[in-house]
T-cell receptor, first 114, second 110 residues
Framework: EAAVTQSPRNKVTVTGGNVTLSCRQT?????MYWYRQDTGHGLRLIHY???????QIGDVPDGYKATRTTQEDFFLLLELASPSQTSLYFC?????????????FGPGTRLTVL | GQQVQQSPASLVLQEGENAELQCNFS?????MQWFYQRPEGSLVSLFY???GTKQSGRLTSTTVIKERRSSLHISSSQITDSGTYLC????????????FGKGTSLTVIP
């Protein structure tokens, strides 16, 4: 079974702060995704990647950068955090092009921007 | 626009009752998935079901591509089924961009 881990699990920062959320998957999936979940909106896609060095823009990318350094590692960067970025963040991976496009999710990171 | 509509938004059941959760899509889909979100926030994949019917224990998922809908049937509900159920679809656009519904909040009472 695919394993997706995220760190940190909880983070509190101040407005204007610099935050990096980390995600690692150990099942050799090609696609990785970053989502945010907010009350009333469900999960929304921020950025995704189909391989090391690749980045694709999702539906809510403003204020976020992302970088895929290896097949396993995908990072989400908030360089000037704002209170509107307080949210629950999920990372996911999938093996697009294989037998199934099933997404596997990490446990989530709760970010609070004061 | 909103690509995924889930209904009902919330549901209260007495233990032992059945439930039918619906997910409707505004576009043709390439794949879809049902998740259970625990009260503490983590997501559990229930079904990857792009078409047809799949069953796992008391849960049954049915996706009808032509009608752009999927359902999740929970039989003989238990208190531990309480939580939020989410569906997600990947539209048939060539981009691997998933869209989620807002979820159905299920509460099962004794």
């Amino acid at each position: 079974e695919a394993a997706v881990t995220q760190s940190p699990r909880n983070k509190v920062t101040v407005t204007g702060g610099n935050v990096t959320l980390s995600c690692r998957q150990t099942n050799s999936h090609n696609y990785m995704y970053w989502y945010r979940q907010d009350t009333g909106h469900g999960l929304r896609l921020i950025h995704y990647s189909y391989g090391a060095g690749n980045l694709q823009i999702g539906d809510v990318p403003d204020g976020y950068k992302a970088t895929r350094t290896t097949q396993e590692d995908f990072f989400l960067l908030l360089e000037l955090a704002s209170p509107s970025q307080t949210s629950l963040y999920f990372c996911a991976s999938s093996d697009v092009g294989g037998s199934s496009y099933e997404q596997y999710f990490g446990p989530g990171t709760r970010l609070t921007v004061l | 626009g909103q690509q995924v509509q889930q209904s009902p938004a919330s549901l209260v059941l007495q233990e032992g009752e059945n439930a039918e959760l619906q997910c409707n899509f505004s576009t043709s889909l390439n794949s879809m998935q049902w998740f259970y979100q625990r009260p503490e926030g983590s997501l559990v994949s229930l079904f990857y079901n792009p078409s047809g019917t799949k069953q796992s224990g008391r849960l049954t998922s049915t996706t009808v591509i032509k009608e752009r809908r999927s359902s999740l049937h929970i039989s003989s509900s238990q208190i531990t089924d309480s939580g939020t159920y989410l569906c997600a679809m990947e539209p048939n656009t060539g981009y691997q961009n998933f869209y989620f519904g807002k979820g159905t909040s299920l509460t099962v009472i004794p």
